[in-house]
C-alpha cells in the first residue's frame, strides 16, 4: 500500500513538472532567442500571423533613428493630437520636442500621438513612414509582416509573427540609442513652447516595477514578482483584438535572452516571459569557441611554391550551447577554391565548430604569408648553362696561360740580348 502511495505521488510531481515546465506556455505564440547570434533557443507556433499591438513601435523608433538626430525639432501637426486613440503623452497642436523626446514618449509609455508625430515629421506623412517600415521588414528578413502604421492600433492588415518580432527586436536591440532607451524606468520631457511643466513618464514594462500587489504571476504553482533580475527591456503592447502582447529582454552571465510573445491576457505574457528566460538561462551558456588571430593549421596547396601554408583566424567567435555540450563540441577546416597566387592576409577557407553535426558558428581563416605558383626548374637548361660557363672559364684561363707564357718568352729573349 505505502509503495502504491509513492508511486501515486511521483507521478503527480513528475505531472506537475510536465503541466508547469516550458512547454506549457499560456500565450499562443512565443519564441526565445540569443540577441547575439539569433539562435532559436524555443518556439511555439512562431511563424502563426498575429497582430503586433504596440510591439509596432519597435519598428518605428527603428526607423526614426535611421532616418533622423536625436537633437531634431519635430512638430506636432494640428490632427493627431485630437484623432489617435489610445495611449498619449498629451502633444498639443504646434509643440515642438527633440526627436530624443518623441522616442522616449514611444517607447517608455508607448505614446501613440509620439508615433504618428514621429512619422509625419520624419517621412513627410504616414504612408510615406509606413513604405519605410515595411522596406526595413523586408531587409530583416521578416517575410511575414506587414505594416499598415506606426503604432500598432488594429487594422486587419497589420500582422507580423513571433519570429519575425524576434528578428526586428535582436536588429533594435544592437541600436545603441534604442536599446538605453528601453532600459529606462522614467524619463522626464523637459518644457516646451506649448508645456509650461515637465512631463514625467514611467515604463509600462513591468519586469522593471518592484515587488508588490498586482505584480505577481504563478510560475511552477508558486507566486513569484514579476520583477525580472537583468532585465533590459524591451516593448509591451496591447489591443482588444491583439491581446496582450511583448517583447522581452535580459542579460545573465554575458548573455542576452530575447522572448516575444503574443496573444496572450494582462499577466500571462508575462509567466510566459519568465518562464522563457528562466528555460534560456538555466539551460545555455555562451562560451568562447576561439580568438582572434589564433594559429589553426598547416596545409599543404598543391601547385604553391612552399610545402604548407599556416591557417590564422580572422576574427573571434563565440557561440551559445547547451550547459551540457561543451564536451560536444568538434571542429573542422574546409578550404576554398582560389588560384595562385594568394595575396599575404587572403581568406583562404572557414574554421567551423559544430556539435553532433550541426554548424553552431564559423570564422573566416587567412594565411599571413604570399604563396606564388611553384614554377618547376629546367634542369637541362641549367646544365647546358653551367657547361657553357665552364668552357669560358676554361677558355679564359687558357688565354691568361697564354699570355702571361708569351710575355715571360719575351722577357727572356729580351735578358739574353741584353747579356750579349
Known amino acids: 500500500m505505502k509503495k502504491t502511495f509513492s508511486l501515486i505521488i511521483l507521478l503527480l510531481m513528475m505531472t506537475m513538472v510536465n503541466t508547469f515546465g516550458i512547454d506549457n506556455l499560456e500565450c499562443n ?97 504616414v504612408e510615406s513612414f509606413v513604405e519605410k517600415m515595411n522596406e526595413k521588414a523586408v531587409e530583416l528578413g521578416m517575410t511575414n509582416t506587414n505594416f499598415v502604421n506606426p503604432h500598432g492600433l488594429h487594422d486587419e492588415s497589420h500582422y507580423t509573427t513571433a519570429s519575425d518580432l524576434a528578428k526586428l527586436a535582436i536588429y533594435a536591440y544592437d541600436n545603441e540609442i534604442i536599446r538605453n532607451i528601453v532600459n529606462k524606468k522614467h524619463y522626464t520631457i523637459p518644457i516646451t513652447n506649448i508645456k509650461e511643466n515637465e512631463r514625467l513618464l514611467n515604463t509600462t514594462n513591468r519586469l522593471f516595477i518592484g515587488t508588490g500587489y498586482g505584480n505577481q504571476i504563478i510560475i511552477d504553482g508558486k507566486y513569484r514578482d514579476i520583477k525580472y533580475e537583468g532585465a533590459t527591456g524591451m516593448k509591451t503592447g496591447y489591443t482588444p483584438q491583439a491581446g496582450s502582447t511583448f517583447i522581452g529582454s535580459a542579460e545573465q552571465d554575458e548573455l542576452t535572452l530575447i522572448t516575444v510573445v503574443l496573444d496572450g491576457y494582462i499577466t500571462e ?96 581563416l587567412y594565411t599571413p604569408i604570399r604563396i606564388n605558383e611553384f614554377k618547376p626548374v629546367n634542369t637541362r637548361a641549367i646544365v647546358v648553362k653551367t657547361v657553357l660557363a665552364m668552357v669560358l672559364v676554361i677558355v679564359g684561363l687558357l688565354l691568361v696561360l697564354r699570355f702571361y707564357f708569351a710575355i715571360r718568352v719575351w722577357n727572356v729573349r729580351k735578358t739574353r740580348k741584353a747579356k750579349k
Do not use: C
Open 29 to 125: 505564440s512565443s519564441i526565445l532567442v540569443d540577441s547575439e547570434t539569433g539562435k532559436v533557443l524555443y518556439s511555439k507556433n512562431p511563424d502563426k500571423i498575429k497582430f503586433p499591438a504596440s510591439l509596432t513601435k519597435l519598428m518605428t523608433a527603428v526607423v526614426a533613428v535611421e532616418n533622423g538626430n536625436l537633437d531634431d525639432i519635430y512638430t506636432v501637426d494640428d490632427e493627431t493630437p485630437f484623432t489617435i486613440d489610445g495611449s498619449h503623452i498629451a502633444l498639443e497642436p504646434e509643440e515642438k520636442l527633440t526627436l530624443e523626446d518623441l522616442l522616449h514618449g514611444l517607447l517608455i509609455p508607448s505614446a501613440n500621438d509620439a508615433a504618428d508625430v514621429i512619422a509625419i515629421n520624419s517621412a513627410g506623412s
Open 269 to 364: 505574457v508575462y509567466s510566459d516571459t519568465v518562464k522563457l528566460l528562466d528555460y534560456g538561462f538555466n539551460n545555455f551558456e555562451r562560451i568562447s569557441l576561439v580568438e582572434t588571430n589564433t594559429y589553426v593549421d598547416s596545409v599543404e596547396i598543391i601547385g604553391a611554391n612552399v610545402n604548407k601554408i599556416p591557417l590564422i583566424t580572422e576574427n573571434s567567435l563565440s557561440s551559445i550551447i547547451e550547459k551540457n555540450e561543451a564536451s560536444l563540441i568538434t571542429s573542422k577546416i574546409i578550404m576554398e577554391e582560389f588560384t595562385l597566387p594568394v595575396k599575404k592576409d587572403q581568406s583562404v577557407g572557414k574554421y567551423e565548430f559544430l556539435v553532433d553535426g550541426e554548424v553552431i558558428g564559423s570564422v573566416n
